[in-house]
């Protein structure tokens, strides 16, 4: 469909779109918005925090801000007394220290308490040479003589505390260290990330009970590292609100996360609604006099053809619509039908391999599928999307095989009759076409020597290839054709698309083989041999059974390659007019849906995607849905288009006698004109 030039397919898809997040204020901080939980209305506030750098963190840790540990002076000043922090004292006010030391262990003295009680909870003795203070904010600070640095705790070991030692001089650098509480110290360098002991305080009580300066202190610290605690998760909020660190963490919130839960793989089936009944359409009189140039070229040869209101099922233009000419792909119309109506749609077709009656002898068994593709797995067929994989087959019966497998052979039991149909030119069948294979149940790939290109040469014999390809994924020899042993026990079995989407393919490249398993498939479901008799015979008796007059036409097979097929333009508008038909108006119309679906679109997929390029015939583009025909001689086109009223047409055009390009490009110009006319 082209890109500035849509049309209006009714469609349930609906486009969303997310907000980005609000950008970042100011320099030294960020705005984000985060809900807030007892808010009215779902009302939200701004909130600001410190602006995250790669120096101070990242987004997957916490954010700590440590200030880096101070030269100690070579005379060391600090007061230390029982669990307080050190804290410089200044008239009137205090301000909170920023980085906290352990007072430095201390040999016992005579005259200085055992400082290692206090880790252990012991009691806190007292100074019997110091006189009681009165005011201790007044107390100048005592100087405590530094002690030797403590050895680092090795790694994985036990450090016992060691002996007391002569007092040194006050000259040496006092180091703060850790002190555990089994009494192992260690430098206060090896305690980040570790949680320390409270720091002594500035005078030591004379009681056990704590002083209330302590207690306010302690709740100026707890509220403090509440706040310090609150700001961490609101920083850390904020960056996951941020869209590069929430889509790379994979939140709920991010843009790119999907919304809800992940829905599990489902088939998909495009599916047409029915046409717009509302408004009027177009008149036979209005309808005749735009057709009158566009169907009368010269370059048509014989043209028949009708044109329908698929809302009301009207007939609106007609032009011999009841001689039956040959129909070329647009055979494929009745094939599909027939499947679609007679058929559960979610049939799938099989392919086995089973074990044989020798030992080490497998059999593949044909089950009537030529999409099974031998791209590798995880690569879906760009010709035949969702099929079977011959990767997959191979593998299962490497598990079940439960030994060495020496040979490979086939059964191809399944079709009867012989592999191409009365009235096919023989250059169809021939080694190296690019139309047809021999009609064979199993294949890889449509028979094609290069699995995505459609229109690669075919290999003569696709069964035969196929066994051998999976022979040497076996590891083993290819061993000829047989009949698989009666309730064999199944190695690996794969499964074609559902019958929809196989109908869907088929259309969309006009497959001749596809068209022809097809027939098949509908003859066995029906309890017919699997031949081109079988199938031409069983398509015709399901549309009659489903209420459409046949007369006039006569098949021989499921493509359209005969020459021999005779089908007259009303039947092939009546069988699209009932699948385009609104909904719950008729019975058949549901089933028939898919057919639509699987139309090729002008200019954009299928056997239409390069036609429709022309200035006659551009306005036709995206507008115009059909299935295509073409041989010697003969072009067809066959379809829907909506008008410029948004009414939808259903449309058969038959061309006999016409050159083959020339042909093409004029009965585009007649399915664009019906898009452009409101014609009333």
């Known amino acids: 469909m082209p890109e500035n030039d849509a049309p209006r397919w009714p469609s349930d898809d609906k486009d969303t779109s997310s907000a980005e997040p609000k950008a970042a204020k100011g320099e030294g901080e960020a705005t984000i918005w985060l809900p807030m939980s007892g808010m009215a209305n779902g009302k939200t506030e701004e909130l600001s925090v410190p602006k995250v ?87 100048p600070p005592r100087q405590e ?14 450090v016992e505390p060691p002996a007391p030692a002569p007092v040194p001089s006050a000259t040496m650098h006092a180091r703060p260290v850790r002190i555990e509480p089994a009494e192992e110290r260690f430098d206060a360098e090896a305690t980040v990330g570790i949680q320390r002991p409270e720091p002594p305080s500035e005078e030591p009580p004379a009681t056990e009970a704590a002083p209330a300066p302590k207690r306010k202190r302690k709740r100026k610290v707890l509220l403090i590292s509440t706040l310090v605690v609150i700001l961490l998760l609101a920083g850390m909020g904020g960056a996951a609100a941020m869209p590069k660190v929430s889509n790379r963490l994979g939140l709920p919130w991010a843009p790119n996360a999907p919304k809800g839960e992940i829905p599990k793989p489902a088939g998909i089936t495009r599916v047409l609604h029915g046409p717009d009944i509302n408004g009027a359409g177009p008149t036979k009189e209005g309808l005749a006099a735009a057709l009158a140039g566009p169907a009368g070229s010269p370059d048509l040869g014989t043209l028949t053809g009708t044109v329908v209101d698929a809302a009301s099922g009207e007939v609106l233009w007609d032009k011999n619509s009841g001689t039956p000419l040959t129909p070329a792909s647009t055979t494929k119309i009745l094939v599909v039908a027939a499947a679609l109506l007679s058929m559960d749609h979610g049939t799938q077709f099989s392919t086995k391999i089973v074990q044989g009656a020798e030992p080490g002898t497998v059999v593949l068994v044909a089950g009537g599928d030529p999409s099974l593709t031998s791209l590798p797995l995880g690569t879906d067929s760009p010709l035949y999307p969702g099929a079977a994989h011959v990767d997959d087959l191979v593998a299962q019966v490497k598990k079940a095989a439960g030994g060495k497998i020496s040979k490979v052979q086939l059964d191809i039991s399944l079709f009867k009759g012989p592999t191409s149909a009365k009235g096919w030119d023989p250059e169809d069948t021939a080694a190296g076409n690019t139309y047809m294979a021999p009609v064979l149940p199993v294949m890889a790939d449509g028979g094609r020597a290069d699995p995505k290109n459609d229109h690669a040469p075919r290999v003569a014999n696709p069964a035969a290839a196929l066994t051998q390809k999976i022979a040497g994924k076996l590891e083993a020899q290819a061993g000829g054709t047989t009949t698989a042993p009666k309730d064999a026990k199944v190695l690996g079995e794969v499964k074609s698309q559902p019958l929809a989407e196989f109908a869907n393919s088929l259309m969309q490249l006009s497959d001749n083989l596809m068209a022809d398993v097809l027939a098949r498939q509908l003859a066995l479901a029906k309890g017919a041999e699997a031949s081109f ?148």
């Open 53 to 139: 750098t790669p120096e101070s963190g990242s987004w997957f840790e916490p954010i700590v801000e440590v200030e880096e540990e101070p030269d100690v002076p070579e005379t060391p000043t600090p007061k230390w007394s029982a669990f307080e922090p050190v804290t410089p004292v200044e008239p009137e006010q205090r301000e909170e220290p920023k980085t906290l030391f352990v007072k430095p262990v201390q040999p016992q003295h005579k005259d200085e308490p055992d400082w290692d009680q206090f880790d252990r909870g012991a009691a806190t003795p007292p100074r019997e040479a110091e006189p009681p203070r009165p005011e201790p904010r007044q107390e």
């Open 145 to 158: 003589p530094p002690r030797q640095e403590q050895p680092r705790r090795p790694e994985q070991s036990r």
């Open 533 to 680: 008799t079988g199938g031409a015979t069983t398509t015709m008796n399901v549309l009659k059974e489903a209420g459409f007059d046949l007369t006039g036409v006569q098949i021989n097979d499921g493509s359209g390659l005969s020459d021999q097929n005779k089908i007259p333009a009303k039947v092939l508008s009546e069988i699209l007019a009932v699948a385009a038909a609104p909904d719950g108006k008729d019975p058949r119309t549901a089933k028939l849906r898919p057919l639509l679906a699987g139309l090729p679109v002008a200019g954009g997929s299928g056997t239409l995607e390069k036609r429709y390029g022309d200035p006659a015939s551009a306005a036709g583009r995206g507008w115009v849905r059909g299935k295509t025909g073409t041989l010697s001689g003969v072009n067809t086109l066959a379809g829907v288009v909506l008008d410029t009223d948004g009414r939808m047409l259903v449309f058969a055009l038959m061309s006999s006698g016409s050159d083959q390009n020339k042909g093409r490009a004029a009965l585009d110009v007649v399915a664009a004109t019906l898009h452009k006319c409101g014609c009333r």
